[in-house]
Every structure is written in structure tokens, then in C-alpha cells.
């Protein structure tokens, strides 16, 4: 069974950061394409980062480009996102995605408000 536990989220300043992490189990992570999604109050879902199996590719939207950091680590079975400069409109819930299938965790909530 794919297993997808996203943490690190929380209420944050504008401007502060954001390390949020994914744990990943039921399927050999260093083989697939993951990606970081996020969902907005009353909006649908909107990918914000995604990373090759090796970690090598990344690739992002211009929303979030400079920003925002994909990153894994294949022994670990881990997924990064680390979120610098928060902005109000990045408050949602963002969820580790495994691409093929579309296989997603529970979500940490991102708020970003002074």
C-alpha cells in the first residue's frame, strides 16, 4: 500500500520560511517521479514542484520559480520542499504526490499571515 505522511507545515510571516517533508513507504520510491501539489481555500489543486527519480530534474512554475526547492533523498525515502520568502496567496494545503497514479498524502497546512 503507497504511504504518503506530508509534516513541516504551520503559520508563518511574510517573508519567513518553510522546510515541509514527505515520507514516503509501499513502493520503491527511487523509481518514480514525485511532485509537491497544493490547494488553495475554494481552488483546485496546483502543482508547485516536481523531481525525476534520481532527483536530478526539477522542475517549477514561474509562480513559485526561486522560491521554492524540490529535493529527495532515495535512501531515506524522503521528499523536500523548502519554501522561502512565503507569500499570503502560498496559504494552502500542499500534498507529496506520486505522479504516476496520483497517489497523495493526508496534506500540511501552509498558512501565511502577519
Known amino acids: 500500500e503507497v504511504q504518503l505522511v506530508e509534516s513541516g507545515g504551520g503559520l508563518v510571516r511574510p517573508g519567513g520560511s518553510l522546510r515541509l517533508s514527505c515520507a514516503a513507504s509501499?513502493?520503491?520510491?527511487?523509481?518514480?517521479?514525485m511532485r509537491w501539489v497544493r490547494q488553495a481555500p475554494g481552488k483546485g489543486l496546483e502543482w508547485v514542484a516536481i523531481i525525476g527519480p534520481s532527483g536530478d530534474d526539477t522542475t517549477y512554475p514561474d509562480s513559485v520559480k526561486g522560491r521554492f526547492t524540490i529535493t529527495r533523498d532515495n535512501a531515506k525515502n524522503t521528499l523536500t520542499l523548502q519554501i522561502n520568502n512565503l507569500k499570503p496567496e502560498d496559504t494552502a494545503v500542499y500534498y507529496c504526490v506520486r505522479t504516476a497514479g496520483g497517489d497523495r498524502g493526508q496534506g500540511t497546512q501552509v498558512t501565511v499571515s502577519s
Open positions: 509501499g513502493f520503491i520510491f527511487r523509481y518514480y517521479e
